[in-house]
């Protein structure tokens, strides 16, 4: 059997119940753009890697030829093969529900990009919409089952949220893997010096840290909360200025905790922690302590990872002003 007919050579095409129609026709051109979406879902799929995701993408496609018959056929009385009914409506909204509570829910516009899969999804959404507009159009002058006007709407809406969810669920891979192979290097290398001997801060080291950060808040007139950790992590000196801000205490912890666990200055990883970046989303993991401002240094002392200093309470340059300040005790 040959794939071509001929009979659409005129510019005419025949609809699931027979009447034939011009191929610009507005049904038409609805249901082209439904088989449109479903080419770019299925260009998603093939490159997401998440089961539980790829299913339900090929649950939509299915669907979307239940859409395309029923927009196939102007006559609403005809006995389709199956229909579109507001169960399928509901089990989107499920999806949506289920998707949004596990990346946190989006605030704000988002630039598509954060992967090639997660891209796919977005374009897939673009086309969704379109199509809906297409359809609204199309129900002005004819009849249309209405369930398929909210299945459109929710399935934009699923796409929407399912393109964060992968771009989380990739994000959160790479960083841990960036911290895993971070931590592998430097579990491998001892914590010496320049003479062999290890390297370790001690807490007279710290307090003449957080003392001299301190004495530059003062100058600065900003009360501030300063924290120093060891090359644990752990906390190992930690001062609040009288009228500091009682958030700033959790914040000044986690930017030195950041600032060691990523061996950089917390200002650094903001610019590769933007959407788009390699590191965007990394403040979700680590139990949600990393921090992507600045005020947070990691300390050397010989060359030697020994610990880190978080600072927070005055605006990010100043916090930056501080804990650099602090830095300089130990040189």
Known sequence: MKIYTKKGDGGETTLYNGDKVSKCNRRVDTYG????????????????????????????????????????????????????????????????????????????????????????????????????????????????????????????????????????????????????????????????????????????????????AQEEAEKIGIPMVIAVVDDGGNLKSFQRMDEALLASVDIAINKAYTALALKMPTHQLAEIAQPGQELYGIEVTNRGRIVTFGGGYPIYLDGSLVGAIGVSGGSVEQDKQVAEAGIKALN
């Open 33 to 212: 753009t439904v088989d449109e979406a479903n080419s770019f879902l299925g260009a998603a799929k093939s490159l997401i890697k998440y089961e539980d995701i790829k299913k339900i993408i090929h649950q939509i496609q299915q669907e979307l030829f239940v859409v395309s018959a029923e927009l196939a056929t102007t006559d609403s009385a005809m006995q389709l093969p199956a229909r579109i009914h507001y169960e399928h409506v509901e089990r989107l909204e499920t999806l949506i529900d289920q998707f949004t509570k596990e990346c946190g829910g989006v605030r704000g516009f988002v630039t598509p990009g954060e992967s090639l899969a997660a891209s796919f999804l977005d374009i897939s959404r673009t086309v969704v919409r379109r199509m809906e507009r297409l359809l609204t159009g199309l129900a002005v002058k004819d009849q249309i089952n209405a369930n398929l006007l909210a299945y459109i709407n929710r399935l934009s809406d699923l796409l929407f949220i399912m393109a964060r969810v992968v771009g989380r669920r990739e994000t959160k891979e790479l960083v841990t893997r960036l911290v895993l192979r971070e931590l592998e290097r430097y579990s491998l290398l001892p914590n010496t010096g320049k003479g062999g001997e290890e390297m370790k801060l001690t807490l007279e080291q710290a307090q003449k840290v957080i003392a001299k």
